[in-house]
């Protein structure tokens, strides 16, 4: 049972270039999250899924966008990349059910120079 | 304004004692759940417990349990029986309704011999 599969595990970005972060999972969950973490710091969320089609802002977005075109899928954008930008990204999901835990992904190791 | 609170940046405790970490949260929604995940420095995210806010018991698990505390807005994560793996960042996160998952700053625990 995989989970939830994140790629790629490294990337080194330009300034300015873009890239597609690629997050999916295997269980059906109607739930999915992006977070970023800064060094030492804690996990703010840049947007989710409520399900196929829907997506929602969180407190980061800026500089990103996300699509959900399947249950399964649910990629990060980043267009124009910055150094602020250099972070460890995670990608999360769940079921609808307050009371059920995130499942988490490995994360990716983001750095733009 | 922050959600979740997360006062202590760092704590440090010795094998084989008990150790509490601090988290405070701030909703005006009936209905949310609490988690508490685990990161070691490996970098993976591990839930550890879940407590819903109707529920009447505290959560336990295993050596984890949570000192919840509704009218104080406090959902402490106390650790009995440190062990030197337990040394890891330690994340209060809460979800409202149907919403997403926001995390704290996170605490350092650090667990000495």
């Known amino acids: 049972n995989a989970g939830v599969t994140q790629t790629p595990k490294f990337r080194i970005l330009k300034i300015g270039q873009s890239m597609t972060l690629q997050c999916t999972q295997d269980m059906n969950h109607n739930y999915m999250y992006w977070y970023r973490q800064d060094p030492g710091m804690g996990l703010k969320l840049i947007y989710y899924s409520v399900g196929a089609g829907i997506t929602d802002k969180g407190e980061v977005p800026n500089g990103y966008n996300v699509s959900r075109s399947t249950t399964e899928d649910f990629p990060l954008r980043l267009e124009l990349a910055a150094p602020s930008q250099t972070s460890v990204y995670f990608c999360?999901?769940?079921?609808?059910?307050?009371?059920?835990?995130?499942?988490f992904g490995q994360g990716t190791r983001l750095t733009v120079v | 304004a922050q959600k979740i609170t997360q006062t202590q940046p760092g704590m440090f405790v010795q094998e084989k004692e008990a150790v509490t970490l601090d988290c405070t949260y701030d909703t005006s929604d009936p209905s949310y759940g609490l988690f508490w995940y685990k990161q070691p420095s490996s970098g993976e995210m591990i839930f550890l417990i879940y407590?819903?806010?109707?529920?009447?018991q505290n959560a336990t698990e295993g050596r984890y349990s949570l000192n919840f505390q509704k009218a104080r807005k406090s959902a402490n994560l106390v650790i009995s029986a440190s062990q030197l793996g337990d040394s890891a960042m330690y994340f209060c996160a809460m979800r409202e309704g149907g919403s997403a998952l926001i995390f704290g700053k996170g605490t350092t625990l650090s667990v000495s011999s």
């Open positions: 407590q819903g806010s109707y529920d009447q």
């Open positions: 999360a999901s769940s079921f609808p059910d307050q009371g059920t835990e995130a499942f």
